[in-house]
């Protein structure tokens, strides 16, 4: 994907472009959680299969990631957006039909069309603001959160006060992606497609990312903390319910939760975009997780809101995170897509166990305690993957350091070999003077 100058107007045009698909990537996953016991009742399934509502698209984002690279250098990035985006609101209405088919069979295509976004927008952002990856990333993942809180909030309200139902209060975010294919027709003016102009070029593009103990690393921390907030999306309104708040406040309280990650989103990745390494913030990311849900486990009931407001400040450092490391640990946009893809498939694939696993934990034992310690566990695991993806280096950057030590060893060897040739013959030639 080259580097291009943009003129201001096209710009103002790319940025709103950006802002309204990026609204579009959560609204559709977490305004689910809050409606799980209208659907249970509806369609009459478990809390094992109500989890797989939130299941399946990860399963999606795991499948399609890997590859969505190389369609993108095919058949240009702009219009596989584009693409992804009508799939997207085909995904959105045929979801909100009656019937259980429907739900999971619209679940997975919106699925397909949302990994497609996640895995192309932050290398579009490193390729058309190379100098702006923080500020770009906050707006980015501001976008994404902020819808992501209101849909969670006015999803019961919607299904039950404005009669709705469901099927209405999921069905009604297909207009945010419809307006979402309108403001990205004009990029398709562009319609790019990458080319490796210089050896240089095509030598940083052959990295191997699925070979990088580096990548793998910053692969595991996207999936840690996808299956963290994956998991509150889709059960933190049953885990409050099941504490005597009812499930419009519950719905609320998930919608504090995400607002309360809001200024992070921006602040974090321009704060880690000038730091040399982001090991602190891992730290403080950590710290924050283990608190709310340590607080959701023996804190004071009187106090549950404190928790669930930290615990949406470090999801949304996670998460911060995961998006710049994709740029920060890569050396242009085609790197950074490959990463992107290799992160979210196997990240994903992780995150995908999560909500499943705690509900069948919850119907097993019949008590949320387990379940939390497993978010505890996924914290540590956060933490020691994120010390390594933190680190100040690029993917690759071993392979060609031991490349270059290995020619650097080779040519002084040869070096060597000839001073010391030299030495013998120019001993040879001098006058025995005794």
Request: net charge positive.
């Amino acid at each position: 994907m080259p580097n291009k100058k943009i003129v201001p107007s096209s710009l103002g045009l790319l940025l709103l472009g950006i802002i309204i698909i990026a609204a579009n990537l959560r609204a559709p996953l977490t305004s689910v959680g809050p409606l799980v016991g209208l659907i249970r009742g509806d369609v009459h399934i478990s809390n094992t299969l109500a989890g797989l509502i939130t299941t399946v698209p990860l399963l999606t984002f795991a499948l399609l990631s890997p590859l969505v690279p190389k369609l993108g250098r095919r058949y240009g990035v702009e219009l596989l957006i584009l693409f992804a985006l009508i799939f997207l609101t085909v995904g959105i209405v045929i979801r909100s039909l009656s019937g259980a088919a429907n739900l999971y069979i619209g679940t997975a295509i919106l699925g397909f069309a949302i990994a497609v976004c996640n895995v192309l927008m932050p290398s579009l952002i490193k390729r058309d603001f190379p100098n702006k990856i923080g500020a770009m990333t906050g707006v980015f993942a501001i976008s994404m959160s902020l819808s992501g809180a209101i849909a969670s909030g006015i999803s019961v309200p919607l299904a039950a006060n404005a009669g709705l139902k469901w099927q209405g209060a999921l069905g009604i975010w297909g207009i945010l992606s419809f307006v979402s294919i309108l403001c990205w027709l004009p990029q398709l003016r562009k319609h790019t497609k990458q080319t490796a102009s210089t050896s240089q070029q095509m030598a940083d593009n052959d990295v191997k990312v699925w070979r990088s103990p580096l990548a793998w690393q910053v692969t595991l921390f996207m999936g840690m903390q996808s299956m963290i907030f994956y998991v509150l999306i889709a059960w933190l309104p049953e885990i409050l319910k099941q504490q005597g708040i009812d499930s419009g406040q519950s719905g609320w309280y998930l919608s504090i939760m995400q607002l309360a990650l809001l200024p992070f989103t921006f602040i974090v990745p321009v704060i880690a975009g000038q730091m040399s390494n982001q090991r602190s913030l891992v730290f403080i990311t950590t710290i924050l997780l283990l608190t709310g849900t340590l607080g959701l486990l023996y804190g004071s009931s009187n106090i549950i809101l404190l928790w669930i407001i930290i615990l949406g400040i470090g999801g949304g450092c996670a998460f911060s995170l995961s998006m710049m490391f994709f740029g920060l640990r890569t050396k242009n946009a085609h790197q950074a897509a490959e990463l992107s893809g290799m992160a979210q498939s196997i990240g994903y694939l992780l995150a995908a166990i999560g909500p499943a696993l705690i509900g069948y934990l919850h119907d097993t034992t019949n008590s949320w305690n387990v379940p939390l310690f497993i978010l505890l566990g996924a914290s540590v695991l956060l933490f020691i993957v994120g010390l390594g993806a933190a680190r100040n280096r690029f993917v690759g950057s071993q392979a060609s350091y031991d490349e270059t030590n290995s020619s650097t060893r080779e040519f002084l060897g040869r070096n060597t070999d000839r001073n010391e040739e030299s030495e013998l013959g120019n001993s040879c030639n001098k006058p025995n003077l005794n």
